[in-house]
């Protein structure tokens, strides 16, 4: 059983950058594949990023492209997603997820751990 929790998040003003933090126990954190999903208030969670195993592959949502980056640090088990030039849009919580699957994985139904989230608010 892996167990993955999230830091990082908090109030940040529009064009301003914060980085979130995925630190994953439990498992061989270098076996998953790794994502970073979001929910805004009132809709679904959508995928922002995901990285492969070995951190060779990425992809991301076209929204936040040119402007988030994922990485990971297998040694540390931890994940992360640079945010930069933020957006009041951005304005949600965070999930980080992992998956068995060694590669970058948009789709959360194929994610099997998911963390408890943290809030990133962006005002205008």
């Known amino acids: 059983q892996v167990q993955l929790v999230e830091s990082g998040g908090g109030l940040v003003q529009a064009g301003g950058s914060l980085r979130l933090s995925c630190a994953a126990s439990g498992g061989t954190f270098s076996n998953y594949g790794m994502g970073w999903f979001r929910q805004a208030p009132g809709k679904e969670r959508v995928f922002v990023a995901t990285?492969?195993?070995?951190?060779?592959?990425?992809a991301y949502a076209d929204s936040v492209k040119g402007r988030f980056t994922i990485s990971r640090d297998n040694a540390k088990n931890t994940v992360y997603l640079q945010m930069n030039s933020l957006k009041p849009e951005d304005t949600a919580v965070y999930y980080c997820a992992a998956t068995k699957l060694a590669i970058k994985v948009a789709l959360q139904r194929l994610y099997d751990y998911w963390g408890q989230g943290t809030q990133v608010t962006v005002s205008s």
């Open positions: 990285i492969s195993s070995t951190g060779g592959s990425a």
